[in-house]
């Protein structure tokens, strides 16, 4: 009995908690590509570094507040800075549609052409902040680390393995769920959340009802980039903050919104869990777990690795292929990729 709680501890420490937290940041990041591509109809490449700029701008923020004694004590300072960042973040993206994405509107461009600008964006943004905050890790998380740690656990419970829970972890998953209840109050009991939806459901009949387009387009907006600012700051804390792993984040974020239903705000967030534990499931070593589940005489010698680390977004890559052969209108039926 021992062994096999040694062995869900060991499990809870490597994948269930870290794909749980990973799964909360992703399912924000695909609700910002879901809202986009639903509503404005295309798909926005320059999301994850959306997510990093905003994520500069807080942690840029943050170093001014430690600076200046201001903490939020156990908690993390980036949560004070967080609404800065949501603010430079709202602000480069009314800008963008402004002078790039607006025109294309107008004219009535495809939807491939606005992929093409929106890959022009993303260089524009990687640059920037490349250019800004530099092409290093950036560890921004104060206050404390751990909720449970792994040694006062095994003192309390004398087994052999320590269950860890950062301070982190629980932050993504509360400031997640805050996020989601509040998009899907504002969507369903709001006026204009029920216009965002009478305009992505049927464009030319919320015209003729009177919904004015572009009032549409700046709520869109403005909550893509309280999102996604929100998710990069979660994931920067989590792990730690470099402008490059944003843009490669795109793939399992897109995977997500994809598998999950596109356009369907819903089957974003359930489409992130099942990157997560898909991805972490796959890529963990599985030897330790196995160590305590089987006779010693079994006990493997490998790794027992599906798949290494190195290949964790080649998971992403693959699932979001195959739904897209044989369900191309994700797990929750949202419009077809």
Not at 117 to 131: D, I
Not at 302 to 308: A, D, H, M, P, R
Not at 320 to 333: F, Q, Y
């Amino acid at each position: 009995m021992t062994d096999f709680l040694n062995a869900l501890v060991v499990l809870a420490n490597f994948v269930v908690i870290p794909a749980t937290a990973y799964g909360a940041q992703l399912a924000l990041g695909a609700l910002g590509v879901t809202l986009i591509y639903g509503i404005l109809r295309f798909s926005n490449f320059a999301h994850g570094d959306t997510m990093a700029f905003g994520a500069m701008i807080t942690i840029l923020g943050t170093w001014g507040l430690q600076a200046a004694g201001v903490t939020a004590g156990p908690l993390p300072t980036a949560l004070i800075a967080l609404p800065l960042g949501i603010l430079a973040t709202a602000g480069l993206l009314l800008l963008t549609d402004r002078w790039v994405y607006r025109f294309h509107r107008k004219v009535g461009s495809p939807p491939t052409m606005f992929v093409i600008v929106s890959l022009g964006v993303t260089f524009v943004m990687n640059a920037l902040v490349r250019f800004i905050i530099g092409v290093d890790d950036q560890r921004f998380a104060d206050g404390e680390r751990f909720i449970i740690r792994a040694r006062e656990f095994r003192d309390a419970t004398g087994l052999s393995e320590g269950l860890a829970i950062k301070t982190t972890q629980v932050l993504t998953l509360v400031v997640a769920a805050i996020c989601v209840a509040l998009l899907f109050w504002f969507l369903n009991r709001t006026r204009t959340g029920k216009s965002m939806r009478a305009y992505s459901d049927n464009e030319d009949l919320a015209l003729l009802s009177g919904i004015n387009p572009e009032r549409v387009v700046l709520v869109t907006w403005l909550i893509v980039a309280a999102l996604a600012t929100t998710a990069g700051v979660l994931y920067g804390l989590d792990k730690s903050f470099k402008p490059f792993t944003y843009f490669q984040l795109l793939l399992p974020i897109f995977a997500a919104a994809i598998v999950g239903g596109l356009g369907n705000p819903v089957g974003a967030i359930l489409g992130g869990f099942v990157i997560a534990f898909a991805e972490v499931t796959i890529t963990y070593p599985l030897k330790k777990v196995l160590g305590y589940l089987m006779p010693e005489s079994l006990e493997p010698d490998g790794l027992v690795q599906l798949l290494s680390t190195d290949y964790k977004f080649a998971v992403s890559f693959v699932i979001l292929i195959v739904v897209l052969l044989i369900k191309p209108t994700g797990l929750m039926k949202g419009q077809s990729a």
